[in-house]
């Protein structure tokens, strides 16, 4: 049986002006602005979120404008380690203000992190100089490296620490 294209048909011809218009959608696509931009996600790729995704700006801290990223008041969580700054927010459950490393948040996590403790006396108080971490033992300093490279492929950096006088 030959194929036959009856224009006649009503179902034909209104197949070949459906067909007819998609062509020309797509040889001359629509180039107005819409009155008003979508923000969120529906057809095709113009919108604009409703407002920037929150942004992480590395900063020079020292360890007393280190210390109020805490977490205590609900906001960000910092700590340091080896003058390495890590944004920890995303850990609140460890480092939150119930979390078992809580006693790290804000803080220069260094010497606890060397020697894998997290009592209170591993922390050096907010107003004196850095721990200049001399005295760790070999093992000690590998240990605080392996807890950077675990911080480094968990969590984002977001600055360094310096001494309170520094800045
Ligand atoms: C009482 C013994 C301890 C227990 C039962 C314990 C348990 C845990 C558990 C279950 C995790 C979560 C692991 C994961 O989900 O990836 C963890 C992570 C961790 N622990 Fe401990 N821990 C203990 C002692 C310590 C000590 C003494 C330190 C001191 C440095 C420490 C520091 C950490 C840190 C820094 C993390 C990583 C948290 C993160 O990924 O942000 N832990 N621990």
Same mark, same amino acid.
């Given at each position: 049986?030959?194929?036959?294209? +009856?224009?006649?048909?009503?179902? /034909?011809?209104? *197949? #070949?002006?459906?067909? *007819?218009?998609? &062509?020309?959608?797509?040889?001359? !696509?629509?180039?107005?602005? !819409?009155?008003?931009? !979508? /923000? ?7 919108? %604009? ?6 942004? =992480? %700006?590395?900063? &020079? ?12 008041? $609900?906001?960000? @969580?910092?700590?340091?380690?080896? $003058?390495? &700054?890590?944004? =920890?927010?995303?850990?609140? /459950? ?7 490393? $809580?006693?790290?948040?804000?803080? +220069? ?9 997290? +009592? #209170?006396?591993?922390?050096? !108080? =907010? ?7 001399? +005295? %760790? ?15 480094? /492929?968990?969590? @984002? @950096?977001?600055?360094? %620490? &310096? ?5």
């Amino acid at each position: 049986m030959a194929f036959s294209f +009856d224009l006649g048909t009503p179902i /034909n011809t209104a *197949l #070949l002006l459906y067909i *007819l218009y998609s &062509v020309q959608r797509i040889i001359l !696509p629509p180039t107005s602005k !819409p009155a008003t931009i !979508p /923000n969120e996600f529906k057809a095709g790729y113009s919108w %604009l979120p409703k407002s920037h995704p929150p942004t =992480v %700006l590395y900063k &020079v801290y020292t360890p007393r404008t280190l210390e109020p990223f805490s977490g205590r008041d $609900g906001g960000r @969580i910092l700590l340091a380690i080896n $003058g390495i &700054v890590f944004d =920890v927010t995303a850990g609140r /459950n460890f480092y939150g203000p119930n979390g078992m490393y $809580g006693n790290f948040a804000g803080r +220069d996590a260094s010497r606890g992190m060397a020697k894998q403790s997290f +009592d #209170l006396e591993m922390l050096t !108080p =907010v107003d004196q100089p850095l721990d200049k971490l001399e +005295d %760790l033992k070999q093992h000690e300093i590998e240990n605080m490296k392996g807890w950077i490279e675990h911080f480094s /492929n968990k969590y @984002i @950096i977001c600055g360094k %620490l &310096v001494e309170n006088d520094a800045i």
